[in-house]
Nanobody, 121 residues
Framework: QVQLVESGGGLVQPGGSLRLSCAAS????????MGWYRQAPGSQRELVAY???????HYADSVKGRFTISRDNAKNTVYLQMNSLKSDDTAVYYC???????????????WGQGTQVTVSP
């Protein structure tokens, strides 16, 4: 069984910073892409950023230049450094990863439980 556990959300003022972490645990054979999505109230879930196994990165236009995604393959962990936060960044942030467990012969997508990020004065 594979689990993704996020941490690092919270309340921050506009212009502030937060760092999200997401650790994958379980009997993991390998991890391909890892990424972050977010969902604001009344809106659909949207891609924020993802990073491939060989660290090719992609960002949504709305966060380019402000957010940085990175990963530590030894720890099966992906990070999202968020700087210059705006009220529009307020959402629940979800981690997503393409993982192969030892119990499976294929890669499957897993989701974390979500962590709330609130940007407010």
């Amino acid at each position: 069984q594979v689990q993704l556990v996020e941490s690092g959300g919270g309340l921050v003022q506009p212009g502030g910073s937060l760092r999200l972490s997401c650790a994958a645990s379980g009997t993991i054979r390998g991890i391909n892409d890892m990424g972050w999505y977010r969902q604001a109230p009344g809106s659909q879930r949207e891609l924020v950023a993802y990073i491939s196994e060989d660290e090719v990165k992609h960002y949504a236009d709305s966060v380019k230049g402000r957010f940085t995604i990175s990963r530590d393959n030894a720890k099966n962990t992906v990070y999202l450094q968020m700087n210059s936060l705006k009220s529009d960044d307020t959402a629940v942030y979800y981690c997503n990863a393409e993982v192969m467990a030892y119990s499976d012969g294929r890669y499957l997508y897993y989701w974390g439980q979500g962590t709330q990020v609130t940007v407010s004065p």
